[in-house]
């Protein structure tokens, strides 16, 4: 039986459920401008752009799309951009008019672009100038008809151009080919704007994840799983109008998109958006316009509590840090506090399920913990062989079931087939992330299925490791990973970036020797390796297979 333990730990103050939506996601920017038209809905840089100015230029660019470009209900768009005023835009642009908005990550090239526009079937695109070139394939080749092209400076403020890094201050480009249009073009007609009769459970976004094997898969959301997670995160984290919402992390990934973006303008609140991370600009953001609610990656509050310059700084308007991807070291969590008087809220959440399913309550803010699953969530955990329901503080795979899952991968059928269960007669999304729960119903997870590492036959759960590290004043960031052994199979190996005042006086024994103390024998890292940095996916999560696939083909 699919355990409900959790629901008495529920916040007194918010429903157990939530109802069904009953607008779609372009509603929230309409119904946000009409309450507050001259309100800033964006920051960028030093340029405001109201709600009235925010609605105006979406409704320019999707007449653009419709009229010039052929983009009809139910016809994808590829958004390649960075966090920036065009990607708020845009996003909402294709989806007034009923289109699938396909984000992707602008650190993409010429192979990857050419699978997501081939795959999803595009025919148009809106990406900015650095970018153009990785679509000269798909031009060519006839996939992509009409290639928007944004320039970022476009959307600075001169007096703020020192803080902007070198690709948003390139000057406009211009390119001698019809299929190539400038961002400006898009802006320069007025005309009267028809939104399309769209209903909540018309598809709004295909979202591409990479999973463990094999090319990335296109998750399916509707205007109603999109709208559960906006609603969720709205209510869950106390927003309203008053709220300025630092926005670091990406809008293309699933954190930024619903938790920095979408929640911030369906409750009228204020984006501040910083594109690229730099703790000591984040710093300055958030004295300068009082943010109140940051989504991030932990790495990034480690990054922001180790920044000298934002010792000095005033951030006390903070009220909600929020994340996921990776655990808050509890050391961290504890600087945070320290420095902040906030508890990080740690949550847990995918793709698949456009974000969040848990969180922890804002009553009970639990440390390296998940929490409980979040408004008319179910989740469990079972043995990943057999399929049998386990019990508390048994470790297994988390399985996941609500109406903020996905339909289902993008023309997909066999991965539909092998990521979704039946129990209880109930449709269960199967995670792949291997956890437990305990007696009041808390979410606890130890790693990836295809992560762990079995030393010696004794199992080695990497985010454990690194928990227990982060507590080593020297250790900035890691990452656990197997290295092969002949005589164990596997063993266990700490990629580490050191704190600067550490880097000339730790060595590998120091971590080592450390260890012995804080761990079991076969947990302790045998093999350890200083690094200035760690490899991050789009999205600033850390890369471990990355460094996992280079440690075995390196001893092959």
Same mark, same amino acid.
């Given at each position: 039986?699919?355990?409900?333990?959790?629901?008495?730990?529920?916040?007194?103050?918010?429903?157990?459920?939530?109802?069904?939506?009953?607008?779609?996601?372009?509603?929230?920017?309409?119904?946000?401008?009409?309450?507050?038209?001259?309100?800033?809905?964006?920051?960028?840089?030093?340029?405001?752009?109201?709600?009235?100015?925010?609605?105006?230029?979406?409704?320019?660019?999707?007449?653009?799309?419709?009229?010039?470009?052929?983009?009809?209900?139910?016809?994808?768009?590829?958004?390649?951009?960075?966090?920036?005023?065009?990607?708020?835009?845009?996003?909402?642009?294709?989806?007034?008019?009923?289109?699938?908005?396909?984000?992707?990550?602008?650190?993409?090239?010429?192979?990857?672009?050419?699978?997501?526009?081939?795959?999803?079937?595009?025919?148009?695109?809106?990406?900015?100038?650095?970018?153009?070139?990785?679509?000269?394939?798909?031009?060519?080749?006839?996939?992509?008809?009409?290639?928007?092209?944004?320039?970022?400076?476009?959307?600075?403020?001169?007096?703020?151009? $020192?803080?902007?890094?070198?690709?948003?201050?390139?000057?406009?480009?211009?390119?001698?080919?019809?299929?190539?249009? $400038?961002?400006?073009?898009?802006?320069?007609?007025?005309?009267?704007?028809?939104?399309?009769?769209?209903?909540?459970?018309?598809?709004?976004?295909?979202?591409?994840?990479?999973?463990?094997?094999?090319?990335?898969?296109?998750?399916?959301?509707?205007?109603?799983?999109?709208?559960?997670?906006?609603?969720?995160?709205?209510?869950?984290?106390?927003?309203?109008?008053?709220?300025?919402?630092?926005?670091?992390?990406?809008?293309?990934?699933?954190?930024?998109?619903?938790?920095?973006?979408?929640?911030?303008?369906?409750?009228?609140?204020?984006?501040?958006?910083?594109?690229?991370?730099?703790?000591?600009?984040?710093?300055?953001?958030?004295?300068?316009?009082?943010?109140?609610?940051?989504?991030?990656?932990?790495?990034?509050?480690?990054?922001?509590?180790?920044?000298?310059?934002?010792?000095?700084?005033?951030?006390?308007?903070?009220? $909600?840090?929020?994340?996921?991807?990776?655990?808050?070291?509890?050391?961290?969590?504890?600087?945070?506090?320290?420095?902040?008087?906030?508890?990080?809220?740690?949550?847990?959440?995918?793709?698949?399920?456009?974000?969040?399913?848990?969180? $922890?309550?804002?009553?009970?803010?639990?440390?390296?913990?998940?929490?409980?699953?979040?408004?008319?969530?179910?989740?469990?955990?079972?043995?990943?062989?057999?399929?049998?329901?386990?019990?508390?503080?048994?470790?297994?795979?988390?399985?996941?079931?609500?109406?903020?899952?996905?339909?289902?991968?993008?023309?997909?059928?066999?991965?539909?087939?092998?990521?979704?269960?039946?129990?209880?007669?109930?449709?269960?999304?199967?995670?792949?992330?291997?956890?437990?729960?305990?007696?009041?119903?808390?979410?606890?997870?130890?790693?990836?299925?295809?992560?762990?590492?079995?030393?010696?036959?004794?199992?080695?759960?990497?985010?454990?490791?690194?928990?227990?590290?982060?507590?080593?004043?020297?250790?900035?960031?890691?990452?656990?990973?197997?290295?092969?052994?002949?005589?164990?199979?596997?063993?266990?190996?700490?990629?580490?970036?050191?704190?600067?005042?550490?880097?000339?006086?730790?060595?590998?024994?120091?971590?080592?020797?450390?260890?012995?103390?804080?761990?079991?024998?076969?947990?302790?890292?045998?093999?350890?390796?200083?690094?200035?940095?760690?490899?991050?996916?789009?999205?600033?999560?850390?890369?471990?297979?990355?460094?996992?696939?280079?440690?075995?083909?390196?001893?092959?």
């Amino acid at each position: 039986m699919v355990q409900s333990r959790h629901l008495k730990h529920w916040p007194v103050h918010l429903p157990k459920s939530l109802e069904t939506p009953r607008k779609t996601i372009f509603r929230n920017l309409l119904d946000s401008a009409k309450r507050f038209p001259d309100k800033p809905a964006v920051i960028f840089y030093g340029k405001t752009i109201s709600y009235k100015d925010l609605e105006e230029q979406t409704k320019a660019l999707a007449n653009y799309l419709r009229n010039e470009c052929r983009v009809q209900k139910g016809d994808r768009v590829i958004v390649d951009l960075q966090s920036s005023p065009q990607f708020v835009i845009s996003y909402y642009a294709v989806l007034s008019l009923g289109a699938l908005v396909v984000p992707i990550s602008p650190m993409n090239v010429a192979d990857e672009i050419n699978h997501y526009c081939t795959d999803s079937g595009a025919r148009a695109a809106i990406a900015s100038q650095d970018v153009v070139e990785e679509f000269r394939a798909v031009i060519d080749q006839g996939f992509i008809d009409h290639l928007i092209v944004a320039t970022y400076s476009d959307y600075i403020d001169d007096d703020f151009s $020192n803080d902007a890094p070198t690709v948003m201050l390139e000057e406009k480009k211009y390119w001698a080919s019809p299929q190539i249009i $400038n961002w400006s073009e898009t802006q320069s007609k007025k005309s009267p704007f028809e939104e399309t009769d769209t209903l909540i459970t018309d598809l709004a976004a295909i979202l591409y994840t990479s999973g463990t094997t094999g090319r990335p898969k296109g998750c399916m959301h509707t205007h109603e799983t999109v709208m559960r997670t906006i609603e969720g995160a709205v209510i869950w984290e106390a927003m309203d109008s008053t709220s300025v919402l630092l926005s670091t992390a990406p809008l293309f990934h699933v954190t930024g998109m619903q938790h920095s973006m979408n929640a911030g303008i369906a409750a009228a609140g204020t984006l501040v958006i910083l594109p690229r991370w730099d703790p000591k600009i984040a710093g300055s953001l958030i004295e300068r316009y009082g943010c109140t609610h940051w989504a991030n990656v932990p790495t990034m509050v480690v990054d922001l509590l180790a920044e000298p310059s934002v010792e000095k700084r005033d951030l006390s308007s903070l009220k $909600n840090i929020f994340g996921g991807g990776s655990s808050m070291p509890e050391a961290v969590a504890q600087k945070l506090f320290d420095r902040c008087g906030i508890q990080y809220m740690e949550a847990y959440g995918m793709t698949e399920a456009i974000s969040q399913t848990h969180m $922890n309550p804002p009553h009970d803010l639990r440390k390296q913990c998940l929490g409980i699953p979040t408004f008319d969530t179910r989740a469990t955990v079972i043995d990943p062989e057999t399929l049998k329901e386990l019990g508390p503080n048994e470790n297994g795979e988390i399985i996941v079931a609500g109406p903020q899952i996905m339909l289902g991968y993008w023309e997909r059928e066999d991965a539909n087939k092998e990521s979704f269960i039946d129990m209880d007669g109930i449709k269960f999304f199967r995670t792949g992330d291997l956890g437990s729960f305990d007696e009041d119903g808390f979410f606890y997870i130890s790693d990836r299925i295809k992560r762990m590492i079995n030393a010696s036959g004794f199992k080695v759960w990497p985010a454990e490791v690194e928990a227990t590290l982060y507590k080593h004043p020297a250790v900035k960031e890691l990452a656990i990973i197997s290295s092969p052994d002949p005589r164990r199979g596997e063993t266990v190996k700490a990629v580490i970036v050191l704190n600067t005042s550490f880097q000339n006086n730790t060595s590998a024994e120091d971590i080592t020797s450390w260890s012995r103390k804080q761990m079991a024998s076969y947990k302790i890292p045998r093999l350890v390796e200083f690094v200035t940095e760690l490899p991050r996916s789009g999205s600033g999560k850390i890369q471990w297979r990355v460094l996992q696939e280079a440690e075995w083909q390196h001893h092959s």
